[in-house]
């Protein structure tokens, strides 16, 4: 896991907010979007703190489908 996805998450008030898979997740959406490893995406000032928020919100509320789903089904 990214350390720089760690430390922006705890600098925006977010960190809690997420699971382990949550910031695995995001980590994966950065280095989609980039194409390159998250941290040196970060480091490049290649994700925006705008752009950034907007993929944790993006994880969250997938994830909280994803558990709605499995709480239907159990």
């Known amino acids: 896991m990214s350390r720089l996805v760690r430390e922006?998450?705890?600098r925006l008030g977010l960190y809690h907010l997420t699971t382990h898979e949550d910031?695995?997740?995001i980590d994966r959406e950065?280095?989609?979007r980039t194409g390159?490893?998250?941290?040196d995406a970060i480091r490049k000032g290649l994700v925006s703190?705008?752009?950034?928020?907007?993929i944790v919100w993006?994880?969250?509320?997938?994830?909280k489908r994803r558990k709605e789903v499995l709480v239907e089904v159990v």
């Open 49 to 54: 703190q705008e752009e950034f928020e907007k």
């Open 36 to 39: 390159l490893y998250c941290d």
């Open 8 to 10: 922006w998450l705890m």
């Open 23 to 25: 910031r695995e997740e």
């Open 30 to 32: 950065i280095e989609a």
């Open 58 to 63: 993006s994880v969250l509320k997938h994830g």
